[in-house]
C-alpha cells in the first residue's frame, strides 16, 4: 500500500495531492534516497490576468485590437515573474542548498529524492504501469518517479503555481484508431489490396474531402505555415507520405514537410520501427487542403527511452510532451510561428494534475497572443471512457471525463461527424465540460440552452458551468492512410482535427494575401459568427461510459441537436460564408 506523506511538522503549506493512485498504475518500491531528480518549479507571472484580457481584446471581432498580435518581446513583458517572485524563490532555494537555474518564468532543480522529499514534504516512489497497459517501446512497462502529493510553504504559494512533474502521471493517446487495412476493407476475394481515388462513398481521400466540404482560398503563393506535433515516439514518414499522394493526392505531387526534433524526438524513417499511424494520418490530411502552404512536424520526445525507469534510473527525463513543445514554439522568432497548430493528442482531465493543467493551458493561451489557432482534437470516447475516477473500486466514483487539453478554453476542440450524405454526429466523438476550466464568456450565449434541455438528466456527472467541449465538427470516418507501406481507413476526432486545421490554415491564407494578420485564437470569432458560418449537425449521438464500472451511467450518451451541444459542437464549418467575414478581398489567383 501506497502511504501518503504525512504533514505534522509543516507550519503552513499549500498541498497539492491525488486523491489516489492514477487508474492503470501501481505502486513499486520506494525511491532510494539518493536517486537523481529534476524538477521545474512554474514562477507566478505577474501580468497574467491582463494578458487574458489583452488576448481576448485582440481575437474578439469588433475591438480596435482585433488582429494585432502580441510579439515575442511584448508576450514576456506579460509573463515575467516579479522581481519579488524570482527574489523570494531563488532565496529559499539557496537557503535550503539546492542547486537551481533561472530562466524567463521557469526555476530548475536537478538534485536527489532525499532533498526533493524534504524540500516539498513529498514521498517519491515508483510507479510502473499495470499490465494489459501501454507498453515502452522498447516492450517494457513504463514506469515512472512520482509521488501522490507535495506542498509548497505559504509564504511562497502566491509566487509558484506548479512544481512538475511531481504528481503528473500523463497517459497521452493518439485520437484515432484503425478500423481496417485496405486488404480486409475490399474483401479478399475482391483481388484488391489498395484505395482508389473517386470512391467516394466508401472512404475519405484529399479530393473526396474537398467535394464533401466545399469552399477554399488557392494560390501559388504560400502564406503563412501549418504545424502538427507528434508524440509518443511516432513520426511522419517521408515514404509513405509518397505513397499516399502517388495512389491517393497526385495533385500534390512535390509538396513536401520539414520537421523539428524537440526534448529528444526522434525522426524514424524506416517503416521496420515503430509505427506512425497518428504522424502520417496527420500529415497526408493536412497535405490535402493547405498546397503550397509550409507543413511542419514537431516531433516531441519524453516517452520509451528518454524515460527514466526503476530499473534504469540514471536519466532524469520528465517524459512530458505539452511543456517541452509548448516552450520551444513559444521562443521562436515570430517569422518562424507556425500560424495554425494541430494536435491529435489528448487524455482524460481527471488524470492531470490541475495547477500543471492550468499551467498548460496558459502557455496555449500565450500561442494563441502570438497569432497561432491551436486546434486540439476532442476525443474519441463520447462522454466518457470508464466514466469512473479513482483506481480501485473501494476508491472510485461515477463522473464523466473530458478530455484534456481540449477542455482548455484557449484551444478550440473538434468533434467527429459521421454519414457524409446527411452528416450525423459520430457515436465516439468526445464532448462534455471541463472538471477544472470555467466557463469562458464567449460560451455564455450558447451551451446553457443544451444543459438546460438535458433536464436533469446525467446531472451527478458534469458541471454545467464549466468550459463545454468541442467548439466544432467535420467528418471523423473512414479516412485513408498509409503506414508502413500498407494503406489503412482509420476513424478518429484526430482526422477531424487535422481537416479543421487545413481550412483554418487556407482562410489564413486568404487574409495574408491582403496584408491582414492570421487568425490567431478562433473561439471568440466562431462563437461569434455561429449562426451562419457552420451547418448544424442536429442529429446523431456519442455514446461512452463502457463497461460495469460506470455506476448508473452505463452507455450514457450526449446527443446532437439545435444549435451548440457536446457532440459536434456549432457543426461544420462553412468556409465560404467564415472566409467572406475574415478576408472578404481575397482571391484565389489559381489559373488566373
Same mark, same amino acid.
Given at each position: 500500500? /501506497?502511504?501518503?506523506?504525512?504533514?505534522?511538522?509543516?507550519?503552513?503549506?499549500? $498541498?497539492?495531492?491525488?486523491?489516489?493512485?492514477?487508474?492503470?498504475?501501481?505502486?513499486?518500491?520506494?525511491?532510494?534516497?539518493?536517486?537523481?531528480?529534476?524538477?521545474? @518549479?512554474?514562477?507566478?507571472?505577474?501580468?497574467?490576468?491582463?494578458?487574458?484580457?489583452?488576448?481576448?481584446?485582440?481575437?474578439?471581432?469588433? =475591438?480596435? &485590437?482585433?488582429?494585432?498580435?502580441?510579439? +515575442?518581446?511584448?508576450?514576456?513583458?506579460?509573463?515575467?515573474?516579479?522581481?519579488?517572485?524570482?527574489?523570494?524563490? =531563488?532565496?529559499?532555494?539557496?537557503?535550503?542548498?539546492?542547486?537551481?537555474?533561472?530562466?524567463?518564468?521557469?526555476?530548475?532543480?536537478?538534485?536527489?529524492?532525499?532533498?526533493?522529499?524534504?524540500?516539498?514534504?513529498?514521498?517519491?516512489?515508483?510507479? +510502473?504501469?499495470?499490465?494489459?497497459?501501454?507498453?515502452?517501446?522498447?516492450?517494457?512497462?513504463?514506469?515512472?518517479? +512520482?509521488?501522490?502529493?507535495?506542498?509548497?510553504?505559504?509564504?511562497?504559494?502566491?509566487?509558484?503555481?506548479?512544481?512538475?512533474?511531481?504528481?503528473?502521471?500523463?497517459?497521452?493517446?493518439?485520437?484515432?484508431?484503425?478500423?481496417? =487495412?485496405?486488404?480486409?476493407? !475490399?474483401?479478399?476475394?475482391? &483481388?484488391?489490396?489498395?484505395?482508389?481515388?473517386?470512391?467516394?462513398?466508401?472512404?475519405?481521400? *484529399?479530393?473526396?474531402?474537398?467535394?464533401?466540404?466545399?469552399?477554399?482560398?488557392?494560390?501559388?503563393?504560400?502564406?503563412?505555415?501549418?504545424?502538427?506535433?507528434?508524440? @509518443?515516439?511516432?513520426?511522419?514518414?517521408?515514404?509513405?507520405?509518397?505513397? /499516399?499522394?502517388?495512389?491517393?493526392?497526385?495533385?500534390?505531387?512535390?509538396?513536401?514537410?520539414?520537421?523539428?526534433?524537440?526534448? #529528444?524526438?526522434?525522426?524514424?524513417?524506416?517503416?521496420?520501427?515503430?509505427?506512425?499511424?497518428?504522424?502520417?494520418?496527420?500529415?497526408?490530411?493536412?497535405?490535402?487542403?493547405?498546397?503550397?502552404?509550409?507543413?511542419?512536424?514537431?516531433?516531441?520526445?519524453?516517452?520509451?527511452?528518454?524515460?527514466?525507469?526503476?530499473?534504469?534510473?540514471?536519466?532524469?527525463?520528465? &517524459?512530458? *510532451?505539452?511543456?517541452?513543445?509548448?516552450?520551444?514554439?513559444?521562443?521562436? &522568432?515570430?517569422?518562424?510561428?507556425?500560424?495554425?497548430?494541430? $494536435?491529435?493528442?489528448?487524455?482524460?482531465?481527471?488524470?492531470?494534475?490541475?495547477?500543471?493543467?492550468?499551467?498548460?493551458?496558459?502557455?496555449?493561451?500565450?500561442?494563441?497572443?502570438?497569432?497561432?489557432?491551436?486546434?486540439?482534437?476532442?476525443?474519441?470516447?463520447?462522454?466518457?471512457?470508464?466514466?469512473?475516477?479513482?483506481?480501485?473500486?473501494?476508491?472510485?466514483?461515477?463522473?464523466?471525463?473530458?478530455?484534456?487539453?481540449?477542455?482548455?478554453?484557449?484551444?478550440?476542440?473538434?468533434?467527429?461527424?459521421?454519414?457524409?450524405?446527411?452528416?450525423?454526429?459520430?457515436?465516439?466523438?468526445? #464532448?462534455?465540460?471541463?472538471?477544472?476550466?470555467? +466557463?469562458?464568456?464567449?460560451?455564455?450565449?450558447?451551451?446553457?440552452?443544451?444543459?438546460?434541455?438535458?433536464?436533469?438528466?446525467?446531472? *451527478?456527472?458534469?458541471?454545467?458551468?464549466?468550459?463545454?467541449?468541442?467548439?466544432?465538427?467535420?467528418?471523423?470516418?473512414?479516412?485513408?492512410?498509409?503506414?508502413? #507501406?500498407?494503406?489503412?481507413?482509420?476513424?478518429?476526432?484526430?482526422?477531424?482535427?487535422?481537416?479543421?486545421?487545413?481550412?483554418?490554415?487556407?482562410?489564413?491564407?486568404?487574409?495574408?494575401?491582403?496584408? @491582414?494578420?492570421?487568425?490567431?485564437? @478562433?473561439?471568440?470569432?466562431?462563437?461569434?459568427?455561429?449562426?451562419?458560418? /457552420?451547418?448544424?449537425?442536429? #442529429?446523431?449521438?456519442?455514446?461512452?461510459?463502457?463497461?460495469?464500472?460506470? !455506476?448508473?451511467?452505463?452507455?450514457?450518451?450526449?446527443?446532437?441537436?439545435?444549435?451548440?451541444?457536446?457532440?459536434?459542437?456549432?457543426?461544420?464549418?462553412?468556409?465560404?460564408?467564415?472566409?467572406?467575414?475574415?478576408?472578404?478581398?481575397?482571391?484565389?489567383?489559381?489559373?488566373?
Amino acid at each position: 500500500m /501506497f502511504v501518503f506523506p504525512l504533514l505534522a511538522g509543516v507550519v503552513s503549506a499549500r $498541498v497539492f495531492d491525488l486523491p489516489s493512485i492514477p487508474d492503470g498504475w501501481e505502486h513499486v518500491v520506494p525511491a532510494s534516497p539518493d536517486e537523481p531528480i529534476k524538477l521545474r @518549479l512554474a514562477l507566478r507571472q505577474q501580468g497574467e490576468s491582463a494578458l487574458e484580457a489583452a488576448v481576448l481584446d485582440r481575437s474578439t471581432p469588433g =475591438t480596435v &485590437n482585433y488582429g494585432i498580435h502580441l510579439n +515575442r518581446e511584448e508576450l514576456q513583458s506579460y509573463t515575467a515573474p516579479s522581481e519579488c517572485t524570482e527574489t523570494s524563490v =531563488t532565496q529559499w532555494l539557496r537557503e535550503k542548498n539546492v542547486p537551481h537555474s533561472i530562466e524567463a518564468d521557469w526555476v530548475t532543480i536537478r538534485t536527489t529524492v532525499d532533498v526533493a522529499d524534504n524540500l516539498f514534504n513529498a514521498s517519491f516512489g515508483w510507479f +510502473r504501469r499495470e499490465r494489459g497497459g501501454d507498453e515502452d517501446v522498447d516492450g517494457e512497462r513504463e514506469s515512472k518517479l +512520482r509521488s501522490l502529493s507535495y506542498s509548497i510553504p505559504d509564504h511562497l504559494t502566491q509566487h509558484i503555481d506548479t512544481v512538475q512533474p511531481i504528481t503528473r502521471f500523463g497517459d497521452v493517446k493518439a485520437l484515432g484508431s484503425a478500423i481496417a =487495412t485496405a486488404s480486409e476493407f !475490399f474483401n479478399t476475394s475482391s &483481388n484488391s489490396t489498395t484505395f482508389v481515388r473517386g470512391n467516394c462513398d466508401s472512404y475519405e481521400t *484529399p479530393g473526396c474531402l474537398k467535394q464533401l466540404l466545399p469552399g477554399s482560398f488557392e494560390s501559388e503563393t504560400a502564406y503563412g505555415r501549418i504545424g502538427f506535433a507528434s508524440f @509518443l515516439s511516432q513520426s511522419a514518414r517521408y515514404g509513405d507520405l509518397e505513397e /499516399f499522394i502517388s495512389e491517393l493526392a497526385p495533385h500534390s505531387v512535390g509538396l513536401n514537410f520539414s520537421f523539428t526534433e524537440i526534448n #529528444g524526438g526522434v525522426h524514424l524513417e524506416d517503416h521496420d520501427t515503430t509505427p506512425s499511424m497518428e504522424a502520417n494520418l496527420d500529415v497526408a490530411v493536412i497535405m490535402g487542403w493547405v498546397h503550397p502552404i509550409p507543413i511542419h512536424e514537431y516531433i516531441v520526445g519524453g516517452y520509451g527511452d528518454q524515460q527514466a525507469t526503476v530499473d534504469d534510473p540514471s536519466t532524469t527525463g520528465s &517524459n512530458e *510532451p505539452y511543456l517541452e513543445l509548448l516552450e520551444y514554439l513559444l521562443a521562436l &522568432n515570430d517569422t518562424d510561428l507556425p500560424t495554425v497548430l494541430s $494536435v491529435s493528442y489528448g487524455e482524460e482531465e481527471q488524470s492531470i494534475p490541475e495547477d500543471y493543467a492550468r499551467k498548460v493551458c496558459n502557455l496555449f493561451m500565450q500561442l494563441g497572443a502570438r497569432g497561432v489557432s491551436v486546434i486540439f482534437a476532442s476525443g474519441d470516447y463520447g462522454p466518457g471512457d470508464s466514466c469512473t475516477t479513482g483506481s480501485d473500486a473501494d476508491n472510485s466514483s461515477t463522473y464523466f471525463q473530458p478530455v484534456f487539453p481540449a477542455t482548455c478554453p484557449w484551444v478550440t476542440a473538434v468533434g467527429a461527424t459521421a454519414n457524409r450524405d446527411d452528416m450525423i454526429g459520430a457515436s465516439f466523438s468526445s #464532448g462534455g465540460f471541463s472538471l477544472y476550466f470555467d +466557463r469562458p464568456g464567449y460560451q455564455d450565449d450558447a451551451v446553457p440552452a443544451y444543459v438546460a434541455g438535458l433536464g436533469g438528466e446525467y446531472a *451527478p456527472y458534469f458541471n454545467g458551468s464549466k468550459r463545454a467541449f468541442p467548439d466544432a465538427a467535420t467528418i471523423g470516418v473512414n479516412y485513408a492512410v498509409v503506414d508502413q #507501406g500498407t494503406q489503412y481507413l482509420v476513424n478518429g476526432t484526430s482526422a477531424s482535427a487535422a481537416t479543421f486545421a487545413g481550412q483554418v490554415s487556407l482562410l489564413n491564407a486568404a487574409r495574408l494575401s491582403t496584408n @491582414l494578420t492570421a487568425l490567431g485564437f @478562433l473561439n471568440p470569432l466562431l462563437y461569434n459568427y455561429s449562426s451562419s458560418i /457552420f451547418s448544424d449537425v442536429t #442529429g446523431g449521438s456519442s455514446v461512452g461510459c463502457v463497461g460495469n464500472s460506470a !455506476f448508473g451511467a452505463q452507455g450514457a450518451s450526449w446527443n446532437a441537436t439545435d444549435g451548440w451541444d457536446p457532440v459536434t459542437g456549432f457543426g461544420v464549418l462553412n468556409f465560404t460564408r467564415l472566409q467572406a467575414i475574415v478576408a472578404p478581398d481575397a482571391t484565389s489567383d489559381v489559373g488566373s
